[in-house]
């Protein structure tokens, strides 16, 4: 299987089972398009009568070519991995977000959590309901649950995520430090990061952050005009001009450390393109911005018919990347982030992130659920930190989840690159984590194409 575009003068052919990537010329391109399709007659006067310089022998040449990479592995391979997903189920535990309080300091227009402001505090902090600070005591059971159940792994990965984690920044750090003291017992190793909306980072936050955490991921959605439309503090003001300050100071003292700028585009933002070069334009090195989760009855919310203009900017924001690139003033946009020599590993690419396997979410008081977005949802309520997991058929359930479960998955060119994309976006899409949402897949496909075509550019200095 084999897929094939043409973008920014490049003209690209993937073979979809081996990884291989080659890029080729207008004769080579319509060649190997026609070759599964065409007898080898029909491509040899086709290719003669379309391009007049081309001699009967320069084609045969061409085609024996593609039949040597064809028998070589790299040119219309065959599958050999389907018989191998089964033997990738049930891998140990490795990663916990610990959602340590569901409360938040702003109110964001298309936050996935339903909150309310909460009438028994002073501070106007929003928060699903009360009580929903994880204890100190929660925290270091989730690390201890975590050490439990993560086999020989040594490398574990704890997520501080919320609501807005630094409301329970005391708490955030006495977890950490349990699971510093753990590691020398353990003979585990952690990395963490956190995630927060950056409006009560301070000189601690930075200290603390920078000493402990691995990344840090800063929700900031672009433009001033973008981010204050959706990113609205308590009493309905924009947060733009008051988080900025501080998200430029954690960044600034992170040095060569990991960080993101993690934002979000709505409908109300088509044109995001603008918002990532904004970002750029800042001086923000590592960014993202992802489209909105939404339902569809939402005014912010994407549709099919905005694909096309999707299309266009992520199109635009390659060329455009290729091209500050060229005048030193290059910078990583998470989607785009693509390693073609090495990559995720063979059960990264059937199964995805292993959510509900190795990864799982934990809420303030300990239950556990696959991940953050399935929280407050029953039917996916797993265990709890203090009993474990209880809800077998639930493990599963995703266990059974990969690229060979779905039958959208198993003959789509982007199958191992999306590893069968996000089961919460799946169920939300279709009531089913076996399900396939569409639009994501269209969006996935289109920054698949485009983080390749930059990667040929940047090998072949084009």
């Not at 089964?86 to 298309?110: E, F, I, Q, R």
């Not at 750029?280 to 939404?294: I, N, Q, T």
């Not at 989840?401 to 169920?427: K, L, T």
């Amino acid at each position: 299987m084999i897929h094939h575009y043409k973008q920014n003068g490049f003209n690209i052919v993937l073979d979809i089972n081996s990884g291989s990537i080659h890029m080729v010329d207008d004769m080579a391109y319509d060649a190997i398009v026609m070759y599964e399709k065409q007898s080898k007659d029909e491509i040899e006067g086709y290719l003669i009568a379309k391009y007049e310089k081309s001699t009967s022998q320069d084609a045969l040449s061409l085609i024996a070519k593609i039949e040597e990479l064809k028998e070589s592995g790299k040119l219309f391979s065959k599958d050999n991995f389907v018989a191998k997903a089964d033997k990738l189920k049930g891998l140990p535990l490795k990663a916990l977000c610990l959602n340590v309080t569901h409360a938040c300091n702003m109110s964001c227009a298309y936050c996935f959590a339903n909150s309310a402001v909460s009438s028994s505090n002073n501070n106007n902090v929003k928060t699903t309901c009360t009580g929903e600070f994880m204890t100190v005591e929660t925290g270091k059971r989730a690390v201890e649950f975590l050490i439990e159940n993560s086999g020989d792994q040594k490398y574990l990965d704890i997520d501080f995520f919320g609501g807005e984690p630094l409301l329970n920044w005391g708490v955030v750090k006495e977890v950490v430090e349990y699971a510093r003291k753990r590691e020398l017992q353990s003979g585990k190793e952690f990395r963490f990061t956190l995630t927060t909306n950056g409006l009560n980072i301070d000189e601690d936050v930075i200290d603390f952050s920078n000493r402990e955490m691995h990344n840090v991921v800063l929700s900031l959605d672009g433009r001033q005009k973008t981010h204050d439309n959706m990113r609205k503090l308590s009493d309905g003001r924009g947060s733009y001009e008051e988080v900025l300050p501080k998200i430029k100071a954690l960044v600034r003292a992170r040095y060569d450390k990991g960080y993101y700028i993690r934002g979000t585009y709505t409908n109300e933002n088509l044109d995001f393109m603008h918002d990532i070069l904004h970002l750029a334009d800042l001086g923000f090195k590592e960014l993202s911005l992802e489209p909105v989760v939404g339902k569809s009855e939402e005014s912010y919310s994407l549709t099919h018919k905005d694909l096309p203009k999707l299309m266009e900017q992520y199109e635009l924001l390659a060329v455009e990347m290729l091209n500050r690139r060229e005048q030193n003033q290059g910078f990583g946009f998470y989607h785009y982030t693509l390693d073609l020599t090495g990559g995720p590993c063979l059960h990264k690419r059937i199964a995805g992130c292993g959510v509900g396997l190795e990864y799982l979410a934990v809420t303030p008081d300990g239950q556990l659920y696959p991940c953050h977005q399935f929280i407050g949802n029953e039917k996916f309520l797993m265990g709890d930190v203090f009993g474990g997991v209880t809800n077998e058929n639930l493990c599963s359930e995703f266990a059974d989840c990969d690229i060979y479960s779905r039958e959208e998955c198993v003959e789509c060119w982007a199958r191992f690159y999306c590893s069968g994309g996000c089961a919460a976006n799946a169920f939300n899409a279709t009531g089913s984590i076996q399900g396939v949402n569409e639009f994501e897949c269209e969006l996935f496909k289109k920054r698949i194409e485009c983080a390749i075509m930059l990667k040929i550019a940047e090998v072949t200095d084009c």
